[in-house]
């Protein structure tokens, strides 16, 4: 069955890290193509974000940037009704053992702290609209169904934790209305994922787009590719 979803996002707020390109860029303009007000993050001023969009610098590995963002929104809207946690980073091939010190803090810092504290100053604010949606863009390569081999340990756990972040958001606030989601995106033709990706940005960013859409009640606390639901 077909979850119910607002055919326009009109009146409603929402707040996209890592929108300046990819998968991102494109779900902040899909969002802001329905109507929605759309704060695109950024970590850097030299990065532009799509028109019609309002950039936010945006690190998420900045706890700083993360507070100025959320409270700006509040000042300017009184509302959050989306977070899109996209931002991220990857390095991909080696195993834990020759995988860099750097790269292990970095991933997790981007993928999965980063989450945690954008949810952890922006919740409060979603709670207060009816139905906020939290739309976590994680992998398949977190899943722990699947033969977690190939290396790219950081990568992996990061997205594990991330999936573990969305059923933490269901648990703790479901009751009260809160819908959060992780997201496979598949294999994307971005700058992480390669020129050889099966997938164009367009398709990655269908169903992130799609679970922003969702209405109160709507299913919550699950991992989706291709709006089905997957495994874990």
Same mark, same amino acid.
């Given at each position: #069955?077909?979850?119910?979803?607002?055919?326009?996002?009109?009146?409603?707020?929402?707040?996209?890290?890592?929108?300046?390109? @990819?998968?991102?860029?494109?779900?902040?303009?899909?969002?802001?193509?329905?109507?929605?007000?759309?704060?695109?993050?950024?970590?850097?001023?030299?990065?532009?974000?799509?028109?019609?969009?309002?950039?936010?610098?945006?690190?998420?590995?900045?706890?700083?940037?993360?507070?100025?963002?959320?409270?700006?929104?509040?000042?300017?809207?009184?509302?959050?009704?989306?977070?899109?946690?996209?931002? @991220?980073?990857?390095?991909?091939?080696?195993?834990?053992?020759?995988?860099?010190?750097?790269?292990?803090?970095?991933?997790?810092?981007?993928?999965?702290?980063?989450?945690?504290? #954008?949810?952890?100053?922006?919740?409060?604010?979603?709670?207060?609209?009816?139905?906020?949606?939290?739309?976590?863009?994680?992998?398949?390569?977190?899943?722990? @169904?699947?033969?977690?081999?190939?290396?790219?340990?950081?990568?992996?756990?990061?997205?594990?934790?991330?999936?573990?972040?969305?059923?933490?958001?269901?648990?703790?606030?479901?009751?009260?209305?809160?819908?959060?989601?992780?997201?496979?995106?598949?294999?994307?033709?971005?700058?992480?994922?390669?020129?050889?990706?099966?997938?164009?940005?367009?398709?990655?960013?269908?169903?992130?787009?799609?679970?922003?859409?969702?209405?109160?009640?709507?299913?919550?606390?699950?991992?989706?590719?291709?709006?089905?639901?997957?495994?874990?």
């Amino acid at each position: #069955m077909e979850p119910d979803r607002y055919d326009d996002l009109d009146g409603q707020v929402a707040l996209v890290t890592g929108a300046n390109r @990819g998968i991102g860029r494109q779900i902040a303009e899909n969002l802001r193509d329905r109507g929605a007000t759309v704060y695109a993050g950024s970590r850097s001023v030299t990065n532009e974000t799509p028109e019609g969009t309002e950039r936010v610098l945006l690190d998420v590995t900045q706890e700083g940037d993360i507070e100025e963002v959320v409270d700006g929104v509040f000042a300017d809207q009184s509302r959050l009704d989306i977070l899109v946690n996209n931002a @991220g980073v990857g390095g991909f091939g080696d195993d834990i053992v020759a995988e860099p010190t750097e790269r292990i803090d970095r991933t997790l810092g981007v993928n999965l702290r980063g989450p945690m504290l #954008m949810c952890k100053h922006a919740v409060p604010l979603l709670l207060k609209s009816d139905g906020g949606r939290v739309v976590n863009v994680s992998s398949g390569m977190g899943a722990l @169904g699947e033969e977690q081999s190939g290396g790219s340990p950081a990568y992996r756990i990061s997205k594990t934790g991330l999936n573990g972040l969305t059923a933490y958001l269901d648990g703790q606030y479901g009751d009260d209305g809160l819908i959060a989601n992780s997201v496979c995106p598949g294999w994307v033709r971005t700058d992480m994922g390669g020129e050889e990706a099966a997938q164009p940005v367009e398709k990655g960013a269908e169903t992130p787009t799609w679970l922003a859409t969702f209405k109160p009640g709507a299913p919550s606390g699950k991992f989706w590719r291709d709006k089905e639901v997957i495994d874990w």
